[in-house]
């Protein structure tokens, strides 16, 4: 692993977007007209390309006009995921469009504003360049994602998601496996995405979404299957010819309901159960070991959406999990699954009660073209109300004043913003826990006002 640092505060390379073609024309890195080259060595092909006015780019094949390099260059070969950015080159200079943008990198940072800012955007972009020049040379960085995301100052893949992936992107860098898939003490490594197709797709459009598309982020935002700690933790397994005396002992030892059967170490032949195992031993009470394995096993990837699992689950009660060398690197049950959604759960319903009580307050004391006005927002009702709405309203003293409560009005809006941001990470299906005291502050402080609203 390697040490990081922790910056004093979160920050973003080039306002937390993607670079652009037409970033690299307006900073005269890159000229309208400009002849680009794309080379496929390994199928002895090529394709060629210009560069609009606008900054888009201008297949010579059909005279399609796309925004991005990664979206060019899929669909002028036809492959599913290509980094654009390393294999499109200036046809006079042979440079790739990717040089032109870490040299508009380089600019950005040393042109920052604030010595601050410009000190910490030095921190990223160096420690990025490093891990890029690592990853080209096939020895990537390995992170844990608690690391990787403390680069930047966060401490959970909250909103300063997409931003992240926006500063990987523009060095040409993503995660293996995808930090959003995965638990926050997972390791990940920085590599580089594919520069050569390797994958033709059967029907190709200049607006279908692409993978490796460097204006685009991943579109999976619910709980992954590799987000659950089981999911990449190991997986206890025994051979074909174990026997069911040796399969029951360590299915008792371990309290597990289910084991993988392995033929060798890479090889997956199916699982036993406890009911797969009754079932063989009632049908013949001599049965062989192998007629107790259940073949067809369910494997998913780890980066597979929760909510598309729960079939499976649903009807054997696990599914194996594949990590990102399509290895099987663990196991996620029905209890594992009820211990995630369970953990959200008792949040969820400590935040809806809260909201009620302070729905309740507020109404009792005033106008909804008060709050209306207090907020800069219509209401037509206090339904409408929102947890920041509630805390604008405590916030103003003239309403304090109103409600006569012998309470701090900036410690308790203080609770309200921490509260605001423990319902925003639940709502919006954060996949990393929640700070272990936060059940606790939400019903200290939903008893409080309890106490006072009644």
Same mark, same amino acid.
């Given at each position: 692993?390697?040490?990081?640092?922790?910056?004093?505060?979160?920050?973003?390379?080039?306002?937390?977007?993607?670079?652009?073609?037409?970033?690299?024309?307006?900073?005269?890195?890159?000229?309208?007209?400009?002849?680009?080259?794309?080379?496929?060595?390994?199928?002895?092909?090529?394709?060629?390309?210009?560069?609009?006015?606008?900054?888009?780019?201008?297949?010579?094949?059909?005279?399609?006009?796309?925004?991005?390099?990664?979206?060019?260059?899929?669909?002028?070969?036809?492959?599913?995921?290509?980094?654009?950015?390393?294999?499109?080159?200036?046809?006079?200079?042979?440079?790739?469009?990717?040089?032109?943008?870490?040299?508009?990198?380089?600019?950005?940072?040393?042109?920052?504003?604030?010595?601050?800012?410009?000190?910490?955007?030095?921190?990223?972009?160096?420690?990025?360049?490093?891990?890029?020049?690592?990853?080209?040379?096939?020895?990537?960085?390995?992170?844990?994602?608690?690391?990787?995301?403390?680069?930047?100052?966060?401490?959970?893949?909250?909103?300063?998601?997409?931003?992240?992936?926006?500063?990987?992107?523009?060095?040409?860098?993503?995660?293996?496996?995808?930090?959003?898939?995965?638990?926050?003490?997972?390791?990940?490594?920085?590599?580089?995405?594919?520069?050569?197709?390797?994958?033709?797709?059967?029907?190709?459009?200049?607006?279908?979404?692409?993978?490796?598309?460097?204006?685009?982020?991943?579109?999976?935002?619910?709980?992954?299957?590799?987000?659950?700690?089981?999911?990449?933790?190991?997986?206890?397994?025994?051979?074909?010819?174990?026997?069911?005396?040796?399969?029951?002992?360590?299915?008792?030892?371990?309290?597990?309901?289910?084991?993988?059967?392995?033929?060798?170490?890479?090889?997956?032949?199916?699982?036993?159960?406890?009911?797969?195992?009754?079932?063989?031993?009632?049908?013949?009470?001599?049965?062989?070991?192998?007629?107790?394995?259940?073949?067809?096993?369910?494997?998913?990837?780890?980066?597979?959406?929760?909510?598309?699992?729960?079939?499976?689950?649903?009807?054997?009660?696990?599914?194996?999990?594949?990590?990102?060398?399509?290895?099987?690197?663990?196991?996620?049950?029905?209890? #594992? /699954?009820? &211990?995630?959604? $369970?953990?959200?759960?008792?949040?969820?319903?400590?935040?809806?009660? %809260? @909201?009620? *009580?302070? +729905?309740?307050?507020?109404?009792?004391?005033?106008?909804?073209?008060?709050?209306?006005?207090?907020?800069?927002?219509?209401?037509?009702?206090?339904?409408?109300?929102?947890?920041?709405?509630?805390?604008?309203?405590?916030?103003?003293? #003239? /309403?304090? &004043?109103?409600? $006569?409560?012998?309470?701090?009005?900036?410690?308790?809006?203080?609770? %309200? @913003?921490? *509260?605001? +941001?423990?319902?925003?990470?639940?709502?919006?299906?954060?996949?990393?826990?929640?700070?272990?005291?936060?059940?606790?502050?939400?019903?200290?402080?939903?008893?409080?006002?309890?106490?006072?609203?009644?």
């Amino acid at each position: 692993m390697v040490d990081i640092g922790e910056p004093t505060r979160v920050m973003h390379l080039h306002g937390g977007r993607r670079v652009t073609v037409r970033d690299l024309v307006d900073a005269h890195l890159l000229t309208p007209g400009t002849a680009l080259r794309f080379v496929r060595r390994r199928v002895g092909t090529q394709h060629d390309a210009t560069v609009t006015e606008d900054g888009r780019i201008k297949l010579a094949d059909g005279g399609h006009e796309v925004p991005s390099p990664s979206q060019a260059a899929r669909l002028a070969s036809g492959a599913r995921a290509v980094d654009g950015w390393r294999v499109w080159t200036i046809l006079e200079t042979g440079r790739p469009l990717d040089a032109l943008r870490q040299e508009f990198l380089d600019n950005a940072v040393r042109t920052a504003g604030a010595l601050e800012t410009k000190q910490l955007e030095q921190r990223v972009h160096e420690r990025l360049r490093q891990a890029r020049e690592r990853a080209d040379a096939d020895q990537p960085v390995e992170f844990s994602v608690r690391e990787l995301l403390a680069l930047w100052g966060a401490k959970d893949r909250g909103d300063q998601i997409s931003r992240i992936e926006a500063d990987l992107a523009n060095h040409g860098l993503v995660t293996s496996p995808s930090f959003r898939a995965v638990t926050l003490d997972a390791s990940v490594r920085l590599v580089t995405a594919p520069a050569e197709p390797e994958e033709p797709a059967p029907e190709v459009r200049g607006d279908d979404p692409d993978p490796t598309d460097d204006e685009l982020s991943p579109t999976n935002v619910g709980l992954t299957v590799g987000n659950l700690p089981s999911a990449l933790g190991g997986v206890a397994f025994v051979a074909p010819d174990a026997g069911f005396d040796s399969a029951i002992t360590l299915m008792l030892l371990n309290d597990f309901s289910q084991l993988a059967v392995f033929s060798n170490p890479h090889k997956l032949r199916g699982a036993v159960t406890w009911e797969s195992i009754a079932r063989a031993r009632h049908a013949n009470s001599a049965a062989h070991f192998t007629s107790g394995i259940v073949e067809e096993a369910p494997v998913v990837r780890y980066d597979k959406e929760l909510i598309d699992v729960l079939p499976m689950l649903q009807q054997l009660g696990f599914v194996f999990v594949k990590n990102e060398k399509n290895a099987v690197a663990g196991i996620v049950t029905t209890a #594992d /699954v009820v &211990s995630a959604y $369970g953990q959200m759960a008792g949040p969820f319903f400590e935040i809806g009660e %809260l @909201d009620q *009580t302070l +729905r309740r307050i507020i109404a009792r004391n005033l106008e909804v073209d008060e709050v209306s006005s207090l907020c800069g927002k219509t209401f037509r009702s206090f339904d409408e109300m929102s947890m920041g709405d509630y805390q604008r309203v405590l916030s103003n003293n #003239d /309403v304090w &004043s109103r409600l $006569g409560w012998p309470l701090d009005r900036v410690m308790i809006t203080r609770h %309200l @913003d921490a *509260t605001r +941001r423990i319902r925003n990470a639940v709502m919006h299906f954060n996949p990393d826990p929640l700070p272990a005291d936060a059940m606790a502050k939400l019903r200290k402080l939903s008893a409080l006002l309890k106490q006072y609203s009644d």
